[in-house]
């Protein structure tokens, strides 16, 4: 047996017959331009040693190959040759049969390596898949054309327009693999077995580029204009999926070179592109968020075994599902009995919901109901590690139940408020141990959003923060840490958001108007669907009790008044904003009836409202609030704001969240288009102070993140 020295990024060995080349370049076997031509080179050497009659490709640590690597990009580096691309195609070029030997997960450049060899044996547990387009690219080494050729056109354009991946019992009912060995197994003694039945049995070198697609030019241009009609709905304005589209439907018109050839191009496209900018963006502005200066990766944190949740209602009930979807056991307290069974029962037929639509067994719904217990009165939550407080949105009332906390929680005990506009540190002082208190903002349904706004008092204790950060994460929750301030940062960038959008109707657009284009800058709903589905009743009467204390020149909308009082709460009363008809918002001309009579009583000559004023508007005004925010440092970073919005108010994620995208228009285009708000509407519009610095400096919010943290 022949070998190479172990510190190597790709090792060679032999074991009878057959070739083994090992891609050994932690931490994930990314292809840099020393494993490309290692294995280049050792696929030479394989096949001019006469005693070698296969070969097999397989990884040192967790996988085969994490594909392309990302140190590479933008650097000379990647266009050393082979070129990842190429890499593919000299592989299945060899003339002795090449076995991936698949472990971990093989994704991406990863899996089109796998597809340059002839065959494939996969470990279970090994995830295989195409994810490109969720990072707004193109797979661009082949996969586009060797997949739908290996496995069929439909399903092939199916994963690789979603990116979603398939487990290794799945790819073998697709035939993406060959064999599947257990998850005990060595992968590269499987391979090797395989390799030497092949040998035994007389197949070659099984190429897919010489294969054929398995339909016909029109079956096959009905399945792209079907899929192309599904993305034109669930991927409106962006392009990456379009892009894939289009490179694999050209395995329908082209031979495998140009289809190949012309890959390459369109992926480069995708690579330059805005789109995936954003994309990358938002993966990095996620991990940062966990990043708290000041705590360090490893802190000591408080243990959290028992956590109670105080009040059942809406919220407090689905805090609750959250942990018991995560397996941790909670306690849930109401004052009274009824109230508590009211609050189970809702939380039992919101999961029978899911189960009825067969998402989730019996025996999984009881399990996860079973992890909650429901107690009457606060004592039960003496002995807890963790109490999150969900009760009625008054001070008086969250203060007793601190005061009540303070008394009876055992110390260390970590207390937490979901108050969405209350003063947490009001809520802090009156306990002996505002160190330990917090605010931890769910938001609604809290079981299924996955932003938690981590709201940090003035004395909240480092270790508390990092406890429930981390806690956040194992409830499946993306934590960020704000600052206390009205509204904290979503809600408080939301305010003049939704205030654009009543003057805009007030000024000539309608709420379909308004919705139209901001779905067209890709959030699934305009501000008017969003507040119906809500329900207007809600912010009726936050709207009520504000009324009293909001400044003289925050002027509202009456409109919100005018329509509540008839009663129409939005989509659960079949009426609000729109009509409904069933769950399609239908515009309703008594609503532009109302809409008018307001502009009139105004003095307001309705005019045209351009869609472009109408996104600056709505857009800008978050902007705007979110550069407020950041310089009061009531958040980290502008790439905090982003998580926010992408996790809390679904801003497209393809734009990678308001602070990224005012960066992608420009800052001194923003602040322009503000400063002529600005002179037409007044101090409003007055574009914030480190909008303009950055502007003014030829700066962006990334730099002055990054400036922040270097
Ligand atoms: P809710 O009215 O549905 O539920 C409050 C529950 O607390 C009721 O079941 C009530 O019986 C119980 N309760 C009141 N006093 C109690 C006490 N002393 N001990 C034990 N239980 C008590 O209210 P919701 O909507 O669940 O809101 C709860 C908190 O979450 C509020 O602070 C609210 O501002 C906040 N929040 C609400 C959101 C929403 O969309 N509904 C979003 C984010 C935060």
């Not at 092949?198 to 398995?214: H, N, Q, T, V, Y």
């Not at 339909?215 to 009905?222: I, K, L, N, P, R």
């Not at 029978?352 to 429901?374: F, H, K, Q």
């Not at 800008?620 to 958040?635: K, V």
């Amino acid at each position: 047996m022949a070998g190479t020295s172990a510190g190597e990024p790709v090792l060679y060995r032999q074991d009878g017959r057959v070739a083994i080349i090992t891609i050994n370049n932690p931490p994930v076997n990314a292809l840099s331009k020393q494993v490309r031509m290692g294995i280049a080179d050792l696929l030479v050497l394989a096949c001019d040693d006469r005693l070698v009659r296969a070969i097999v490709i397989h990884g040192t640590g967790r996988n085969l190959c994490g594909g392309a690597d990302i140190r590479e990009f933008n650097t000379p580096d990647r266009q050393i040759r082979p070129m990842t691309r190429e890499l593919m195609n000299l592989i299945e070029a060899s003339d002795k049969p090449v076995v991936a030997a698949i472990h971990g997960p093989t994704l991406g450049g990863g899996l089109e390596l796998a597809l340059g060899c002839h065959y494939r044996v996969a470990k279970e547990g090994a995830q295989i898949g195409l994810p490109e387009v969720n990072r707004g690219v193109v797979p661009g080494a082949g996969g586009t054309q060797r997949l739908p050729r290996l496995i069929g056109f439909r399903r092939a354009l199916d994963m690789i327009v979603t990116g979603e991946p398939v487990d290794a019992a799945r790819a073998l009912e697709y035939g993406i693999v060959d064999r599947v060995v257990h998850a005990d197994a060595d992968i590269c003694a499987a391979a090797v077995g395989f390799a030497l039945e092949i040998l035994d049995d007389g197949s070659g070198p099984r190429r897919i580029s010489g294969m054929g697609i398995d339909v016909d030019a029109a079956t096959g241009g009905e399945i792209v204009a079907e899929v192309r009609a599904r993305l034109e709905k669930s991927a409106r304005g962006m392009q990456a999926p379009f892009r894939c589209l289009e490179s694999v439907a050209n395995t329908l018109t082209m031979p495998f070179a140009d289809g190949w050839a012309r890959e390459a191009e369109i992926s480069q496209a995708a690579v330059a592109s805005v789109e995936s900018r954003s994309l990358v963006h938002a993966f990095f502005a996620e991990r940062q968020a966990a990043k708290i200066p000041g705590i360090p990766a490893d802190a000591p944190l408080r243990p959290v075994e028992r956590v109670a949740i105080v009040g059942a209602g809406t919220m407090g009930g689905g805090i609750a599902m959250s942990f018991a979807n995560a397996g941790q056991a909670v306690t849930l307290i109401e004052t009274d009995a009824a109230a508590l069974e009211r609050g189970i029962g809702r939380i039992e037929a919101n999961y029978a919901a899911t189960r009825n639509r067969g998402r989730l067994s019996a025996e999984e719904m009881d399990a996860r109901m079973a992890r909650i217990t429901g107690v009457v009165g606060l004592d039960a939550a003496a002995d807890a590690d963790l109490v999150i407080e969900a009760v009625f949105e008054e001070m008086d009332v969250k203060q007793a139940v601190f005061r009540e906390l303070d008394r009876l929680a055992r110390d260390g005990a970590i207390l937490a408020t979901n108050t969405s506009t209350l003063d947490v540190d009001a809520i802090a002082a009156v306990t002996e141990r505002p160190g330990d208190v917090l605010g931890t903002h769910f938001f609604s349904p809290a079981n299924v959003m996955t932003l938690l706004e981590v709201v940090r008092g003035r004395e909240t204790a480092l270790d508390v923060i990092a406890t429930v950060m981390d806690l956040s994460r194992r409830i499946g929750k993306t934590g960020v840490v704000v600052g206390v301030c009205d509204g904290f940062v979503g809600n408080r960038m939301l305010a003049p958001y939704f205030r654009q959008a009543d003057f805009l109707v007030e000024e000539g657009a309608f709420p379909e108007d308004v919705d139209r284009v901001i779905e067209e800058f890709g959030f699934r709903m305009g501000p008017f669907r969003v507040s119906d589905l809500a329900g207007l009743d809600i912010s009726w009467a936050i709207e009520k009790r504000r009324a009293g204390t909001r400044p003289a020149d925050e002027r509202f909308s009456p409109l919100l008044d005018r329509i509540c009082v008839q009663g129409r709460y939005g989509q659960k009363t079949g009426a609000g904003w729109y009509r409904y008809e069933g769950r399609s918002a239908v515009p309703d001309p008594e609503i532009a009836a109302l809409i008018r009579a307001r502009s009139d009583e105004m003095g307001i000559a309705r005019r045209n409202i351009s869609d472009d004023e109408i996104r600056a508007r709505c857009i800008y005004s978050l902007i705007n609030e979110g550069a407020r925010i950041l310089e009061e440092g009531l958040a980290i970073r502008a790439s905090d704001v982003d998580v926010v919005w992408l996790h809390g108010y679904g801003f497209p994620r393809w734009r990678g969240g308001p602070m990224f995208y005012a960066d992608m228009v420009g800052l001194s285009e923003v602040v322009a288009t503000l400063d002529g708000f600005h002179d037409a509407w007044g101090d409003k519009w007055e574009p914030a102070g480190l909008l303009r610095e950055l502007a003014e400096a030829g700066s962006t919010f990334k730099k002055w993140d990054a400036a922040k943290t270097a």
